[in-house]
């Protein structure tokens, strides 16, 4: 059973700094790795999809990259901005089936 | 606009009583889901359906029911809710089977509590 992982829980950076959140994930076997963003109160938003023949995948001020062989991905976001506070959730997809992290809840202090 | 909509968005409830949530999307999706968001836990997969009359168990299918009897529509059935089905729950599709190239799009949620 896939299992996947996020650390740290919460973060709490001042507004320009750059942020990094990490995904670990047991199964290598995956289809594809996807990064979503939850609002308070919201659903899920798709922000990035990584195939699993890609090393990584960009969207203006965020990166994610994947290593299969090591069952990480990491997604990164620039020059962080107040907007940017929310809960970020990584989901692996094995077999038709998203195992999704417990999420890393942001916060981007003015 | 395309979307999933789910509903309703709100529901309290007592033990043992029927309840629906539908799942509705306009996007000619093959794939859709069920999952329920814990705190501690994340979001877990109740069910999922590839297509029309195909549908399969996630990780926590125990106390759901799902029918796929139309392409847009998924809904989710609890046949005899109890207090430990209190959760959030999220519909999601995507376009096809070939999962490997597309994205998941989510509903807003539906807020259930048991009594």
């Known amino acids: 059973k896939q299992e996947v992982t996020q650390i740290p829980a919460a973060l709490s950076v001042p507004e320009g700094e750059n942020l990094v959140l990490n995904c670990s994930f047991t199964?290598?076997?995956?289809?594809?790795l996807q990064w979503f963003r939850q609002d308070p109160g919201k659903g899920l938003t798709s922000l990035l999809l990584?195939?699993?023949?890609?090393r990584e995948q960009t969207s203006g001020r965020l990166n994610a990259s994947l290593d299969k062989s090591s069952g990480r991905s990491t997604l990164y976001i620039a020059a962080s901005q107040p907007g940017d506070s929310a809960t970020y959730l990584c989901?692996?997809?094995?077999?038709?089936?998203?195992?999704f992290g417990a999420g890393t809840t942001v916060t981007v202090r003015a | 606009e395309a979307q999933v909509t789910q509903n309703p968005r709100y529901l309290i409830t007592v033990t043992g009583k029927k309840l629906t949530v539908t799942c509705s999307q306009n996007m000619n999706h093959e794939y859709m889901s069920w999952y329920r968001q814990d705190p501690g836990l994340g979001l877990r997969q109740i069910y999922y359906s590839m297509n029309v009359e195909v549908t399969d168990k996630g990780d926590v299918p125990e106390g759901y029911k799902v029918s796929r009897k139309e392409k847009r529509n998924f809904p989710l059935i609890l046949e005899s809710p109890s207090p430990n089905q209190t959760s959030l729950y999220f519909c999601?599709?995507?376009?096809?089977?070939?999962?490997?190239?597309?994205?998941?799009?989510f509903g807003p949620g539906t807020r259930l509590t048991v009594l």
């Open positions: 989901a692996a997809c094995n077999d038709y089936k998203l195992s």
């Open positions: 999601a599709s995507s376009f096809s089977g070939a999962f490997s190239y597309n994205e998941q799009f």
């Open positions: 990584i195939q699993s023949s890609q």
């Open positions: 199964d290598s076997a995956i289809y594809n």
